[in-house]
């Protein structure tokens, strides 16, 4: 189980870097002004979305289930680390759905915003690893 375990992490961490990252893109693209720039952006989102963050999402989903199911966690902090785990999915869709909005030329928010909704999977990060590691209740 331990093998399983570190794929769970490599996954969790490609995924959030993913979370991380994505957002920042979407600053730029969204002070953006010339044809190419947004054209550039749009490659580099999709393949971001695509290619990494949902591959680390799966996989860490898969993994995390298996281990639930091997180890049988139970506990306070399982049920909180799972609501969170629910908050990081809730993310990575309002993340495609910006992805979206960007393909689409449909963009109504501003560089600020996306600055802000950069900064919450570092909440979620700080949280989960918090809640596993301590293990507080």
Not at 21 to 49: G, N
Not at 50 to 69: D, K, N, Q, R, S
Request: proline letters at 3%; aromatic letters at 18%.
């Amino acid at each position: 189980m331990l093998w399983i375990k570190s794929f769970h992490i490599i996954a969790m961490v490609t995924w959030f870097a993913g979370l991380f990252y994505l957002p920042r893109l979407y600053v730029y693209h969204a002070q953006s002004t010339d044809l190419a720039s947004i054209k550039r952006f749009k490659i580099m989102e999709r393949k971001l979305f695509y290619g990494i963050m949902t591959p680390g999402a799966v996989l860490t989903l898969v993994l995390g289930a298996w281990l639930w199911l091997g180890y049988g966690f139970s506990g306070g902090w399982l049920h909180a680390k799972l609501a969170m785990t629910v908050l990081v999915v809730i993310h990575h869709i309002w993340c495609y759905r910006a992805l979206v909005r960007f393909r689409d030329d449909a963009n109504q928010r501003s560089h600020v915003f996306y600055r802000w909704m950069n900064e919450v999977p570092v909440l979620y990060l700080v949280i989960i690893v918090i809640l596993v590691v301590v293990k507080p209740f």
